[in-house]
């Protein structure tokens, strides 16, 4: 009886040591998720409210004690283009899509980072590798602009089109669009698409800029009915001047620069050196 006693206190004795180590394990198991979730956490910080050149040394670090985890790379071509530093994100972004686990998202990203670099013809070659069904707002921006690179002028008003439709916000389409438009000397259409443009966003200074050009190359120096600070009044009848005095309209022009410098809250030296120059050109 003794004997029985004693082998199940052992068999107790080996069950309790098993639970133990298996509890150990569970704890484990525990901590390395919570782990995995607190770096995906400060990863997300990184990427998005840190400082973008903190970003780029907290993931060349993580890179470098952890190699061959896409996500880090990703943070770390993320960040340099956050950064500003385009040359080295293209190199990021190229060591990415070389992982087994990249996708077309992150063949999209190289694009856009070579783009950056004025690579065009790289930028096309990653984008060629993107099959045609993969149709995302992003992938046709940067097809757009390509083929405007090229000066496929038909292939380039076809993916601005689609890029618009895949979008809630399409305003910087429109505008890019519109660039477009006016570098071929299309005003009437560049015209309407920066129109387009300031519908969905009031507030892109660039399309009330290029909206001034536009019409100004069509010698319409009045400037468009849309929403403007006193300040970007004055900067766009600085714009509207120097449109009316490249096309010889030079008494338009210093009306419309006296009116940039009366305009200004405070002060408008960029008019008021425009004027001068003008003037000292009229008198010599």
């Known amino acids: 009886m003794r004997h029985l006693i004693f082998l199940t206190l052992c068999a107790g004795a080996f069950g309790l040591s098993a639970c133990e180590k298996s509890g150990d394990s569970e704890v484990e198991r525990a901590l390395r998720d919570l782990?995995?979730?607190d770096e995906s956490n400060l990863n997300d910080v990184m990427l998005t409210v840190g400082d973008p050149n903190e970003a780029v040394a907290y993931f060349t670090r993580a890179n470098a004690s952890d190699p061959g985890r896409i996500d880090l790379q990703r943070?770390?071509?993320k960040s340099l283009i956050r950064a500003g530093r385009s040359p080295e994100a293209a190199t990021a972004w190229g060591v990415v899509v070389t992982h087994p686990d990249a996708n077309n998202d992150d063949r999209v990203e190289l694009a856009d980072a070579l783009i950056r670099n004025n690579r065009w013809d790289d930028a096309a070659g990653a984008l060629n590798t993107i099959p045609p069904t993969y149709e995302t707002f992003k992938r046709y921006r940067l097809e757009a602009m390509v083929a405007d690179s090229k000066k496929q002028w038909t292939k380039a008003d076809s993916f601005y089109e689609t890029a618009a439709s895949l979008t809630t916000r399409p305003a910087s389409v429109y505008n890019n669009w519109g660039f477009s438009k006016l570098t071929?000397?299309?005003?009437?259409?560049?015209?309407?698409?920066?129109?387009?443009?300031?519908r969905y966003d009031g507030d892109i200074f660039t399309a009330k800029n290029n909206l001034v050009l536009a019409r100004g190359a069509q010698r319409n120096y009045a400037l468009p009915v849309i929403p403007m600070t006193q300040i970007?009044?004055?900067?766009?009848?600085?714009?509207m001047a120097l449109a009316a005095i490249?096309?010889?309209d030079v008494t338009i022009g210093k009306s419309l620069l006296n009116d940039a410098i009366e305009t200004h809250p405070q002060f408008f030296p960029e008019a008021v050196r425009a004027l001068e120059a003008l003037e000292s050109n009229v008198v010599n």
Request: proline content about 3%; hydrophobic content about 45%.
């Open 75 to 77: 943070g770390l071509a």
């Open 232 to 239: 970007e009044r004055a900067q766009l009848l600085h714009t």
């Open 184 to 198: 071929r000397g299309d005003y009437p259409a560049a015209e309407r698409l920066f129109i387009d443009a300031l």
């Open 35 to 37: 782990n995995v979730v």
């Open 246 to 248: 490249k096309q010889n």
